[in-house]
Nanobody, 116 residues
């Protein structure tokens, strides 16, 4: 019943920006932790950024100062504004949501490609 709906991926040139959105639907519970992970081909999935319902954030060192994560608790939606994109940011970005009760959830993934 719970679904994470991602949007905003695409192809941009280095230095450009993208904004990803992910909405959790089908639940009455606020997702305590929401955020984004990414995976490049042949690489392990890695944390991009997460945010709690209280607004506490954690960023990967590689994106600090360039990415900003935010959320709308009323909509169970998380966003990440990605600025100054680099080719090494290329990968499949997966939305993550973890409620206080029940299992954690993952989105299907959205492709982000940054060209040189």
């Amino acid at each position: 019943q719970v679904q994470l709906v991602e949007s905003g991926g695409g192809l941009v040139q280095a230095g450009g920006s993208l904004r990803l959105s992910c909405a959790a639907s089908g639940t009455i519970y606020i997702m305590n932790v929401m955020g984004w992970y990414r995976q490049a081909p042949g690489k392990e999935r890695e944390l991009v950024a997460i945010i709690t319902s209280g607004g506490s954030t954690n960023y990967a060192d590689s994106v600090k100062g360039r990415f900003t994560i935010s959320r709308d608790n009323a909509k169970n939606t998380v966003y990440v504004q990605m600025n100054s994109l680099k080719p090494e940011d290329t990968g499949v970005y997966y939305c993550y949501a973890n409620p206080t009760f029940g299992p954690e959830y993952w989105g299907q993934g959205t492709q982000v490609t940054v060209s040189s």
